[in-house]
């Protein structure tokens, strides 16, 4: 089995920095492509920003110029850099990650339990 484990949420005040991290263990052979996703209470879950095994991004534009995503496939960790909160930040951030299995070697789609950030104006 994966798993993908969160971390680095909290209360941040409008204009702080946060980073998060996404650390995967379990049966991995390898990590396709990573996302970070956040959901806020009451709204749909949306994409912040992608990331693939070379490290091409993308971002959301809410999130451009504010974000980056990054990480390190020696460690199968990957992280969300966040400058200049703002209080429409705030939402519970998840992880996913496209995994290939050792077990099969096919690839499935893992996600974390999530971690709360909230920005205080």
């Known amino acids: 089995q994966v798993q993908l484990v969160e971390s680095g949420g909290g209360l941040v005040q409008a204009g702080g920095s946060l980073r998060l991290s996404c650390a995967a263990s379990g049966s991995i052979f390898s990590i396709n492509a990573m996302a970070w996703y956040r959901q806020a209470p009451g709204k749909q879950r949306e994409l912040v920003a992608t990331?693939?095994?070379?490290?091409?991004?993308n971002y959301a534009d809410s999130v451009k110029g504010r974000c980056t995503i990054s990480r390190d496939n020696a460690k199968n960790t990957m992280y969300l850099q966040m400058n200049s909160l703002k209080p429409e930040d705030t939402a519970v951030y998840y992880c996913?990650?496209?995994?290939?299995?050792?077990?099969?070697?096919?690839?499935?789609?893992?996600w974390g339990q999530g971690t709360q950030v909230t920005v205080s104006s």
């Open positions: 990331i693939t095994s070379g490290g091409s991004t």
């Open positions: 996913n990650g496209r995994v290939v299995v050792t077990t099969t070697l096919r690839a499935y789609d893992f």
